[in-house]
């Protein structure tokens, strides 16, 4: 994490002031873990994340795999290799249909300059990114917002329709009832400019 640490140290320290109930949870769960890369492949990252949604790490693995292998000798595939290869060869790796063409329009998507480049990421604000990359197919709020926390290190994300955010926070704050997510926006202010790092304690609730 480099340079990046000293200010999650800050972010726990804030968020133990303004929020007394995360003082047990930040000192059970420890350091928070929440990472920037300097340097990645936007489009290696979506692809990735397009391929994981509703199956287990392993399965999600293990087609992403055979993508690879069927489009570029076991590396990720390009987005021109991705936009050459025909529907039926992605389905025929485990792809669902739904999810071969949300590859297919990532790829027409980030050599159309929709999907930004990681330097132009870097520049750009969390709404811009996630209006821009929204756009493809089959990618939602959720998706970008877990780049944003993880990729990027952006620190003030809150990810409100998150299951498992909403759950810690009802167990931190001993609500029997899930929070609904307009709700949870609005608990989640005095947090600012640290909300991804609350969420990422949120998280752990259910750990520790």
Not at 22 to 47: D, H
Not at 100 to 115: C, E, I
Request: hydrophobic share 45%.
């Amino acid at each position: 994490m480099g340079s990046f640490a000293p200010s999650l140290r800050a972010a726990e320290r804030f968020l133990v002031r303004a929020d007394r109930r995360f003082s047990a949870i930040v000192r059970r769960a420890g350091p928070c873990q929440l990472e920037r890369a300097e340097r990645f492949q936007p489009f290696e990252a979506l692809l990735s994340s397009i391929t994981h949604q509703q199956l287990s790490g392993k399965a999600a693995m293990t087609i992403l795999g055979r993508v690879k292998d069927r489009l570029n000798d076991g590396r990720f595939p390009t987005p021109e290799q991705v936009l050459r290869v025909r529907v039926p060869t992605l389905r025929a790796c485990g792809l669902s249909m739904a999810k071969a063409l949300a590859v297919k329009d990532l790829a027409a998507k980030t050599l159309d300059g929709t999907v930004p480049t990681a330097k132009e990421l870097h520049r750009l604000g969390d709404d811009a990114i996630i209006e821009r990359i929204t756009d493809v197919r089959g990618i939602g709020r959720w998706t970008v917002e877990m780049m944003l926390m993880f990729r990027l290190g952006r620190l003030d994300v809150m990810p409100i329709d998150d299951l498992g955010v909403r759950k810690g926070y009802s167990v931190l704050a001993g609500q029997k009832q899930l929070i609904a997510p307009k709700a949870l926006l609005a608990a989640s202010e005095p947090w600012r400019p640290y909300r991804s790092v609350a969420s990422w304690y949120l998280w752990r609730v259910l750990d520790v």
